[in-house]
């Protein structure tokens, strides 16, 4: 059933492959595909839930005899338990479960002391008040420039700047320097931003007959599931997760974590529901971050605008962990030669997590102001010199696009040199790898009625993976989305990828496809036993059947079966995610980004953003675009507004909450226009690529490109806050 | 015009006072009327009996003073579709109209809102038929996670309902961001939201007329 070749690429640049997939995989989808369903406008096959608050979510889940715990955590970094005084909490009427950590050592403020649950979040509220607990305080480092100076406290054994692993060729890029014009040293930091999920992260769980099922806000119900059995030392098929919706993740909702786990262990002792859910205040200290960076950075470009070498040592924080600080500088650009050391700094503060692309927003800011510092070096316009050195064919079709909608042709006109509110426009790219990944499965059940059923156990982080299914159901049946019937978010239906590295929509498209082709093979063939003629010229099309001796509705040809329900099971096998017939090795992005600054305040105001972003077949392009304004939107919040905020002396998180961890709101919002540049990558039958992450790399490098373009002075610190352009301008001190 | 945000005491203050200002617009329909020579209402520390009139229907409930709204509302009564995201009046995922004014439910006292008519997310749906601004609010597409959508939902009605004159102009794009300028969104549906707001006013217009 498929053809022989596949045409990849985008209009203006195709090219045709042998089809490298077996013969019982769903069509392949070429650059000339013509689909009826996929790549259009779907409304959210649950938007109606969300929008009337009947969507329930892991913290609205509600049963008889429930309880509800917490932990009381440590206000200090660095302690240790010497003796915990309950003060008769035990005794305290609704107070039903207790859990003191004696002498645990603490590492960092917020870190579990004990844990209760009780009847109600006010009992909690009294226990929590009453406890009195004996630390020794032991001395800490909350910076990474306190957690480096030689003398400071160790947070765990060896030494808190941890080795890094060096990669490239150290004499190769002194050569590359050394046949440079301009050679750059230059450093550059970001900050430590917090996931500030609206849900914060929990879960309920209810313990019946031996099973335990455990409502969970997570982004990896496969992955929570396997943590919690664990943790409980349970069969993993006698725990159920469950995850009908979720109020974001952002890559820090995989796996079970401490209390989860607890609330898990009180439905088993107690027999009764028990609900953990974090407070805002916890959410922002103990449940991930992006962390910091260091970023001295050398590079250089001959004045005719060949780059030539970099070099990048950088030191990260990921807390409490030794690993995840690193950046992702230099990259992207064709250098002819590189160099790069990343260290983590271990400090006494809440572990970073994966979040939106790690290390790629924090290193391509630094990397992208270095290209327009070297572009300004030698003289020559930041996009002329980016489209001489970037080797990408995607990206190298999407710069005139972005270049042309935020009208870059006026950039060197666009202040009057005594303006007092000036204006700037930048540009910064992105890459992220094809990330499908095999090993999931769907299965289809089209019944005597004609309902349609597409399950599988993953979630919908948000991004429309529900609607997903049923888009691409109703290409194959000949449907409309709004007629599949998607059950997801349950451990008990087959197994799908945890929503993380951009992986879910490239992941479950061949399974799913191959499942709902295979049912449409069967129902063709039922119909065949009864009305006659060749299944294979029959098709579905537009809610009826065609093709065949008599014309039926989709119904009445579901009600031709012998049995009650045609059910498939379609596996993401590894020969559908080849891999060998792409068109581009990664999926690629640019943005453009304007802004105002008024030189008298500081303050920075993004007027327009565009994003073209490739994610090779879109198969939604409503969500397509929302996605790619939420990840442009997340990375502005970034670039101006977030900064989580230790107290060096008291090692306590000063902004815990949505006061003054700001980020960013409507009165901040730009233009955006996002263009969803859609190729055919032809790295699955069907070619949809990844996209999640990819969206919000660029925009804080493009931000910060504006910024210095338009006040003539580089701000080489995130986030750009009104004190550091005053600064930048010699205004303050 | 801006929404008029309902300014009250952080419940921190309150919790173990066991006395709440006596507010005008919030007389307790039911409970013991404890006052006192100085006029000043003594609650608690035990639950009190409060009734509420909540999209439409009678609701009694029995909290204790402490309670706040939001989580009388989730917790007590059942009604999930308010959300608590910072607990702290900061995000206004909890925002619900309390006698027609939006109101940071987690920042009000459930005694406080005692005899008052209370409109949720639950309540925008009338006879199996959206509100045009939830109706937009799926056409645009402006909901990702859907955490923020309720209280983003109920700021726009406010603004669509009562902040403008009904024969007057559709909201210009500075009043709609005003109106959600309390209401935060992580996923990034800002954009959607106000072509949503735009969407809906239209609506309104029209079937106005």
């Not at chain 1, 992955?223 to 919690?228: E, I, K, M, P, Y």
């Not at chain 1, 290209?371 to 080797?391: C, H, Q, S, T, V």
């Not at chain 1, 000063?654 to 006061?659: E, I, Q």
């Not at chain 1, 055919?680 to 690529?689: K, L, M």
């Amino acid at each position: 059933m498929s053809d022989k070749e596949i045409q990849l690429g985008f209009p203006g640049n195709v090219r045709k492959i042998e089809n490298p997939y077996p013969a019982d995989a769903p069509p392949a989808w070429g650059a000339d595909a013509k689909l009826d369903v996929v790549g259009k406008d779907h409304t959210r096959l649950d938007a109606r839930a969300k929008v009337t608050g009947a969507a329930k979510y892991s913290y609205d889940r509600r049963f008889p005899g429930m309880l509800y715990s917490r932990m009381l955590r440590s206000p200090h970094a660095a302690a240790r338990i010497k003796s915990i005084d309950l003060n008769g909490i035990d005794k305290l009427p609704g107070v039903i479960h207790h859990e003191p950590y004696e002498g645990k050592r603490i590492r960092y403020a917020g870190e579990s002391v004990v844990a209760i649950a009780a009847e109600t979040e006010e009992i909690l509220d009294d226990a929590l008040a009453r406890i009195k607990v004996d630390y020794e305080v032991l001395p800490h480092a909350v910076t990474i420039d306190d957690a480096m100076i030689p003398t400071a406290p160790s947070v765990a054994k060896g030494d808190n700047e941890r080795p890094g692993r060096p990669r490239g060729n150290a004499e190769k890029v002194a050569a590359a320097h050394k046949d440079a014009d301009v050679v750059l040293e230059r450093e550059y930091r970001t900050q430590v931003q917090t996931h500030s999920c609206l849900e914060t992260h929990g879960c309920v769980c209810v313990f019946k007959d031996g099973k335990l099922t455990a409502y969970a806000s997570t982004q990896g119900t496969f992955a929570f599931r396997g943590s919690l059995a664990r943790a409980l030392k349970m069969n993993q098929s006698d725990v159920t997760v469950i995850t009908d919706h979720m109020g974001g993740g952002f890559g820090s909702k995989f796996g079970a974590d401490a209390w989860d786990v607890y609330a898990a262990r009180v439905a088993v002792k107690t027999g009764r529901p028990c609900r953990s859910m974090l407070d805002r205040r916890a959410e922002h200290m103990i449940a991930g971050n992006r962390p910091d960076s260091i970023q001295k950075c050398r590079f250089s470009a001959k004045k005719d605008g060949t780059l030539m070498g970099a070099e990048v040592l950088s030191w990260g924080t990921a807390g409490t962990s030794a690993r995840g600080g690193g950046v992702y500088n230099p990259a992207i650009y064709g250098f002819k030669a590189t160099l790069q050391d990343s260290r983590d700094v271990m400090t006494n503060a809440g572990r970073a997590r994966a979040f939106r692309a790690p290390r790629h927003p924090q290193g391509v800011f630094a990397l992208e102001g270095m290209i327009d510092e070297l572009a300004e070096a030698i003289g020559m316009d930041p996009l002329e010199f980016r489209i001489k050195n970037d080797p990408h064919v995607v990206r190298q079709a999407q710069y005139p696009i972005g270049a042309k909608e935020i009208g870059w042709a006026r950039r060197d006109k666009l202040n009057d040199p005594k303006a007092t509110v000036r204006r700037g426009i930048g540009v910064a790219a992105s890459r992220w790898p094809h990330t499908g990944r095999p090993g999931s499965a769907v299965r289809c059940r089209i019944g005597k009625d004609g309902s349609v059923v597409v399950a599988n156990g993953a979630q919908d982080i948000g991004t429309g993976t529900r609607t997903v299914f049923a888009i691409l159901a109703a290409e194959a049946l000949g449907l409309k989305p709004e007629q599949i019937t998607v059950q997801l978010g349950n451990t008990n239906d087959p197994p799908g990828p945890g929503s993380g590295g951009s992986t879910t929509t490239p992941s479950i498209t061949p399974p799913t496809r191959k499942a709902v082709e295979m049912a449409k093979r069967e129902l063709l063939g039922a119909v065949a036993d009864v009305l006659g003629g060749d299944p294979k010229k029959m098709d579905l099309e537009d809610g009826k059947l065609v093709g065949a001796s008599k014309p039926l509705t989709f119904q009445q040809a579901c009600g031709l079966m012998q049995g009650d329900v045609i059910e498939t099971l379609g596996r993401g096998d590894r020969d559908l995610f080849k891999g060998g017939a792409r068109f581009a090795s990664e999926v690629a992005g640019v943005q453009f980004a304007e802004v105002e600054v008024d030189t008298e305040t500081g303050g920075v105001r993004v007027v327009k953003v565009v994003g073209v972003h490739d994610c090779g077949r879109v198969v939604n392009t409503m969500t397509t675009r929302s996605q790619i304004n939420g990840g442009i939107i997340q990375g502005l919040s970034y670039a101006l507004f977030e900064n989580r905020v230790l107290d060096r002396g008291t090692g306590d998180m000063l902004n815990a909450d949505f006061v003054n961890y700001k980020i960013a709101g409507s009165i901040d919002m730009p233009e955006i226009v996002s263009i969803p540049f859609s190729v055919a990558q032809g790295i699955t039958p069907s070619g949809v690529s990844s996209l999640g992450e990819p969206a919000t790399v660029p925009t804080a490098g493009a931000v910060a490109n504006a910024v210095a373009h338009a006040i003539g002075v580089r701000i080489r610190s995130l986030p750009i806050t009104p004190d550091k352009v005053l600064a930048a301008l010699g205004k303050i001190a | 015009m801006s929404k008029d945000r309902i300014e009250v005491s952080r419940r921190d203050v309150l919790r173990g006072a066991g006395v709440a200002a006596f507010l005008g617009a919030a007389v307790p329909a039911l409970g013991d009327e404890r006052k006192t020579e100085t006029g000043i209402r003594q609650f608690g520390p035990g639950p009190e009996k409060l009734q509420f009139q909540i999209n439409g229907k009678r609701v009694s409930v029995e909290v204790e003073p402490r309670v706040t709204l939001l989580d009388a509302l989730r917790d007590r009564i059942g009604m999930t579709g308010t959300k608590r995201v910072c607990d702290g009046g900061a995000c206004g995922a909890c925002t619900v109209m309390v006698n027609g004014k939006t109101v940071n439910s987690c920042m009000m006292l459930a005694v406080d809102a005692s005899g008052s008519t209370i409109r949720t997310i639950e309540g925008l749906e009338q006879g199996g038929k959206l509100h045009p601004i939830q109706e937009a609010f799926i056409t645009q597409d402006a909901a990702q996670c859907g955490f923020c959508t309720p209280g983003m939902i109920m700021s726009c009605t406010a603004l669509l309902e009562t902040g403008l004159p009904e024969t007057g102009p559709e909201p210009t794009e500075e009043q709609i961001r005003e109106a959600v300028a309390g209401n935060l969104c992580r996923c990034g549906t800002y954009p959607h939201v106000f072509a949503a707001c735009r969407e809906a006013a239209t609506v309104m217009k029209e079937s106005s007329r």
